[in-house]
C-alpha cells in the first residue's frame, strides 16, 4: 500500500506542479510588441519592395525598431500611411498591448480601435491591394510578342507584379503604356529606377529601332534591360 500511495502523492503532485506551471507562464509571460503587427496593417499590403525592403512586413519591421522613415511607403503616402505610422509609434507600448490584447491580436482591429480614439484625423485605407493571377500573367505576356514597343517596355519594369498601376500585371500596363493608354507615371515601384526616363526613351524610337533591338536580344527581357542600364 505505500508504494501505491507514494505513486498517487507523485501524480497528484505532477499535476498540481503543471496546473501552477501553466498559471505562472500565463501569469507572467512577457507581452509581444504588437507594433510590427499594426503597421503592417496599415500598409497597402503590395509588396512591391518601392520602399527598399524586401516586402511589407520586412518594411514594418524596419520601422518598428527605428530603421527605417515612417515616410519609406510610396504607395502608401495617397492613404495616410505615414499618419498611421506615427500614431502607432508615438503611443505607448502598454497602451498598444492593452489594445492589441482587447481585440484578441486581430491587428485590423485594434489599427480600427487605435485610430479612432486618437481623435486624428486620418485618411482611409483603401482595399487591399489583389494581385493578378498567374495565368492573367502569363496570358498578356503572351500578348507582348505582337507589340515590340510593348515588349521593349516591360523589359525596363519591375516585373514584381504588384498590380499598384491598377493593372493586372506588369505585362498588362507595359502593353497600356505602349498604346499610350496608361501613364508610366503610375508605376510606383519603378520610381527608384527611373523608368519613366527609360520609357520616354522607348517610346521615340522607330519600328525599325525596336525591331533590331528585339533580334539582337532575341526577345529576352534581361538582355533588353541591360540596353537601357545607363
Known amino acids: 500500500m505505500t508504494i501505491v500511495y507514494s505513486v498517487l502523492f507523485m501524480s497528484l503532485l505532477g499535476v498540481g506542479a503543471g496546473i501552477f506551471l501553466a498559471f505562472a507562464s500565463a501569469k507572467f509571460a512577457v507581452k509581444k510588441d504588437p507594433r510590427i503587427a499594426l503597421i503592417e496593417a496599415s500598409l497597402p499590403g503590395a509588396n512591391c519592395g518601392a520602399c527598399g525592403f524586401p516586402g511589407c512586413a520586412a518594411f514594418a519591421k524596419a520601422v518598428a525598431e527605428g530603421k527605417a522613415s515612417i515616410e519609406g511607403c510610396i504607395p502608401g503616402k495617397r492613404s495616410g500611411v505615414p499618419e498611421k505610422l506615427k500614431l ?12 492589441f490584447d482587447e481585440n484578441e491580436e486581430d491587428a485590423e482591429k485594434t489599427l480600427e480601435k487605435l485610430l479612432a480614439s ?30 515590340p514597343r510593348a515588349a521593349v517596355i516591360f523589359a525596363v519594369l519591375p ?11 506588369c505585362a498588362a500596363f507595359a502593353i497600356k503604356v505602349a498604346n499610350k493608354d496608361e501613364d ?3 508605376c510606383v515601384p519603378g520610381k527608384p529606377q527611373n523608368v519613366s526616363q527609360k520609357v520616354a526613351k522607348i517610346m521615340a524610337l522607330s519600328e525599325a529601332e525596336l525591331q533590331k533591338i528585339i533580334e539582337e536580344t532575341s526577345g529576352e527581357p534581361a538582355e533588353i534591360k541591360k540596353k537601357f542600364a545607363s
Open 88 to 99: 502607432i509609434m508615438e503611443t505607448d507600448v502598454d497602451t498598444l498591448i492593452a489594445l
Open 118 to 147: 486618437s481623435g486624428r484625423a486620418v485618411k482611409a485605407a483603401p482595399p487591399k491591394i489583389q494581385r493578378p493571377t498567374q495565368e492573367e500573367i502569363d496570358s498578356y505576356k503572351e500578348k507582348l510578342k505582337e507589340n
Open 159 to 169: 516585373n514584381i507584379n504588384c498590380a499598384l498601376c491598377g493593372s493586372p500585371g
Open 184 to 186: 508610366i507615371a503610375k
